[in-house]
């Protein structure tokens, strides 16, 4: 009874979904817990330095410390970071990845079945932090239920989200300290099981997110600009015969940002259209 309920509660997330043209948050056939499948990769070690650009990039390892609790994991969280899944971290594992500088919004979501939520209605978030990453450096978060560290991080301010909960911010000291902790986790490998899309650097994602974000918050600055200019007596109304007409009588500030936003971002994607040229050779009329 209880099975057909959870199934009948999947099939109303997806259709709904598919009819209100929803977000759905699953990880279905990725969700596998160390139950059903421990973890047997490698032994944990650091990435060499060469697999990543230490001076534009920051580079974030992931770990899920040994506990009974996480072993008898039938399902594992799921990992998302700037409103992508990138893996589901089960028990005695890490992995990593490479990513841009800046405000990265990491969310973990506890799966039913695969699925998680819709939109931002979720069955259940476990957590939910902005962590400001930069170039160059390396940051260690440790997921567990059972034992928190011994203290939080000494950069981060007390009521930081990644100072307390499941998801915490440590340090390397911390990390590398004793047989318990990241020394002792094996590589998160994908396979037919349990695949995922880590151990890898998602900086053009996580670049067209910060673009994407930031001109939400322009097109958001810029009606309230309007409403202020209309205040003042500096906005002419459309007439009614010509509804294309009127406007604001002197430039916005939001349209001047919004304009050097695209124009970065246009150039920023001729630089990706460059670098994939120099990568392929400069032949892409001829694939082989």
């Not at 609790?69 to 799921?78: G, K, L, M, R």
Request: charged share 25%; net charge negative.
């Amino acid at each position: 009874m209880r099975r057909a309920s959870l199934v009948a509660l999947g099939g109303l997330l997806v259709l709904t979904g598919l009819l209100g043209g929803c977000s759905i948050h699953q990880s279905i056939g990725k969700s596998t817990g160390a139950f059903l499948h421990p973890v047997s990769g490698h032994d944990f070690v650091h990435i060499p330095n060469s697999e990543w650009d230490q001076q534009n990039h920051a580079l974030l390892y992931f770990y899920r410390p040994h506990s009974q609790w996480a072993a008898d994991e039938i399902e594992s969280p799921s990992v998302y970071v700037d409103g992508r899944h990138y893996f589901n971290i089960r028990n005695d594992s890490y992995t990593w990845l490479v990513v841009a500088p800046g405000s990265r919004h990491i969310i973990i979501r506890r799966p039913l079945l695969g699925l998680e939520g819709i939109n931002d209605l979720d069955l259940s978030r476990i957590a939910d932090a902005q962590l400001d990453v930069q170039a160059g450096e390396i940051y260690y978060l440790r997921y567990s239920e059972m034992e928190p560290p011994a203290q939080a991080h000494p950069d981060l301010e007390a009521e930081h989200p990644l100072t307390s909960g499941d998801l915490q911010l440590v340090t390397r000291e911390f990390a590398m300290n004793g047989q318990l902790e990241l020394t002792s986790t094996q590589f998160l490998n994908s396979d037919l099981l349990a695949p995922n899309h880590a151990a890898t650097a998602i900086v053009e994602a996580n670049q067209d997110y910060d673009y994407e974000r930031r001109k939400e918050e322009l097109e958001i600055a810029r009606d309230e600009e309007i409403e202020a200019l209309k205040e003042k007596g500096l906005y002419e109304e459309a007439p009614w015969y010509w509804p294309f007409g009127g406007g604001p009588t002197q430039s916005l500030e939001a349209d001047r940002q919004i304009r050097a936003l695209d124009s970065s971002y246009a150039a920023l994607k001729a630089e990706r259209e460059a670098a994939e040229e120099t990568r392929d050779g400069g032949r892409w009329w001829w694939p082989f």
